[in-house]
Every structure is written in C-alpha cells, then in structure tokens.
C-alpha cells in the first residue's frame, strides 16, 4: 500500500519536508481556503499538486470535498450544488488526481467527548464517553425527545454528573464535540464562533423529519448525479464510514455497517463508486466484524485508514495503539496488501506525545503520535509482504 498522510495545505505545522524525512509517500489533503460549495479550480489544483510535488511527493487523496448540507437534506439549492461539485470533480480529474473521500454525515462529523484521555504511560488519545455525550444531548443541547435515546441507567448517571459538573467542563465538552473536531473538517462551526451550541440546534433543525430512508435516497440522487464525470475522468468516490458508527443526536447515521455498505454500493452500482475503509470508526461499532468487511468489500475499497479502537465494558471506547483493539490491523494489511497493493492507506488518529500537545496540531492529528503508527504500519506491511513473496 502506498503510506499517505493527511496535511493540511501549506499553513499546516507539519511539514512536507517533516513528511519526506519519515517516508510518507503521497499527501492527503484538500483546497480548506475554499468555502464548501463552492468550485475547486483547476488553476487552484494544479498550484498546490505543483507546491506538493516539489517536495519529491504526490497528492495521491482528496480528504475531502464536502458535501454540502443542503445535499445531505435535499435543500432547494441542491441541485446548484451538485453541479458545483461535479466541475470539481471534473478538474481534479484533469489534473490527475483521482480518489475522493467524502462523507455523508448530517451535520456533525467524527464525535469524541475527550480529545486527550490520559494513558498510564504519558501520553493521551482520543476518547468517547456514552454518559458525558448523552449529558451534552440532554442538558446543554436540550434537544427534544433527547431522553428517548437513552437508557434509563445512562440517564441516571446523567443526572448524577449534572450535580458535579463544572462551567468549565461543560465548555471543554461544547468544545471537544462540536467545535475542535468540526471546523477543520467541514467547515460549519469555527473556533471563535460567538454561540457554536446555537449554531449547531440550526444545522440539526435542517434535517427535521429526514429519516433513514430518506437520508439514503439523498445520497443516492447524489451518486447517481456524479457517476457520470467519475466514469468520464476516471476518479474515484470513496465514502468515510460514520464516526462513530451508530446513531446520534437524533440524526440518522447510514454508513455504520456491512448492510449499510452493501446499500450504498448496490443502490450506485458502479466501480467508482467505493469505500474508504476506515478500520478506526468500524472498529468502534461492537456489531462490526472488521476484518470479515475487509474481505467482503476489498473490491470497492479504494482508500484504507489504518487505526483501531477498544470497546470498553461500559460502552465507551478509545483509540487503542495501532498494533491492538477491535480492528486487528495486520489482519488487514494481509487481505489488502494481497488483493489490492497499491492502495493509498494513511495512519489516522495518533496518541499525543513528545511534545505534540504543546504545538497547536488539530485534534487526532499529531505528528509524533502519527509518526510512531507509521512506523508500526509500516512494519506490519513489511511483514506481510514478505510472507506473500514467499508464498509465491
């Protein structure tokens, strides 16, 4: 597989020259300047692809061109919007660059209610708590019918913390939720943002009444619409599985198994349109077999992100060394690596460590946290190929 890492553009603290020095091959990024919905240029793609490939890298990955709201929920505008994105896709596809990935989350993106969960060993990682999550949705959100959602013992216990929780807190979880791991990702709530929890009840009011079902033939009319350009340029449509991989907030979640997959996949059946298989937000759903979806759907993969999770006895889970938890990683490298080598597979989701906290890097996305799960992939890589070379 082809060791990608995902960067930020060139206001990004890591470095291409940081990225070149640890062997990362190809870059993961994408236009942040430009708003969502609006045209990707082929003048603005060619002058990054150009900045890239001067540092002896290529850009191997679009993570990501979103995919506006109002695509999502079916707006009047949609239609604009999806023409809009098929330019893009049409001058991503002149200039080379084949592979997006997108997602079709409502509203909110990957979720976490602890963005440095201490380890005995001094570093931190990402971490999500059923109980402080369902505080958020029921106390500082106050969504209605939010208690539905939750059993009796969870809200309990939410009524337990409400008695001990600080001011302070309560803006630490606003923030971890709904501001630090959104801005950088899709652009709906930004650091500075005077009422993000306000915000954030508008986006959530956009998908009023849209359910299950109704979500999917959204993304279905969606694919349907941009087939023709990924055939016609021959790019690649690989959609990110939701994170975490159930439902939330009321919102209905569509990417989150192997029914799920094998929906979308059949609903659009065509070769473009794929699956970034990310081994993290599978891993932290207890109803997916992660290594079992591999070998089902290793044909319409055509991107990996390699990272793991534990599932704790409570039902919270963590991001867990890329050598353990749910995903078993080399498990992986093995069905990948045999049936489709050169796929682009970035690390994803580092521990903070040696300094990292003390950099400003976007949550998940350390440098030497990431640099030691590369070398750890990297290893387990260098171990399967070698078994597959004498297989042969």
Known sequence: MEKTW??????DKITLEMLRQIGVEGIVTALHEIPNGEIWSEEAIRDLQRYIE???????VVESLPVSEAIKYAGPERDELIEKYKISLANLGKCGVKTVCYNFMPV??????????PWADGTTSLYFDRVRFAYFDVKILAREGAEADYSSEVLAKVEELDRTITEAEKDELIDSIIVKTQGFVN??????DFDPV???RRLLAQYAGIDREQLRENMRYFLAAVMPVCEEY?????????????????????????????WFLGAVDNPHNGLTFCAGSLSAGAHNDVVKMAERFVGRTHFVHLRSCDI??????????????RANLVELIRIFEREKPGLPMRVDHGRTMLGDEKQGYNAGYSFHGRMLALGQVDGMM???????QNQR
């Open 187 to 192: 652009g709906n709530i930004h650091e500075g």
């Open 6 to 11: 995902r960067w930020f553009g060139k206001k």
């Open 54 to 60: 001067s540092y002896g890298l290529r850009w191997s």
């Open 234 to 262: 021959d790019v690649n449509m690989c959609v990110h599985p939701d994170d975490p991989p159930f439902q939330v907030l009321g919102l209905p979640r569509i990417v989150t198994s192997a029914e799920d997959i094998e």
């Open 108 to 117: 909110i993106d990957w979720i976490r209610t602890d963005l440095a969960h």
């Open 198 to 200: 306000g915000i954030f």
């Open 382 to 388: 260098a171990v399967v190929r070698n078994e597959l």
């Open 312 to 325: 704790l006895p409570n039902g919270n889970f963590i991001e867990a060394s890329h050598l353990g938890g």
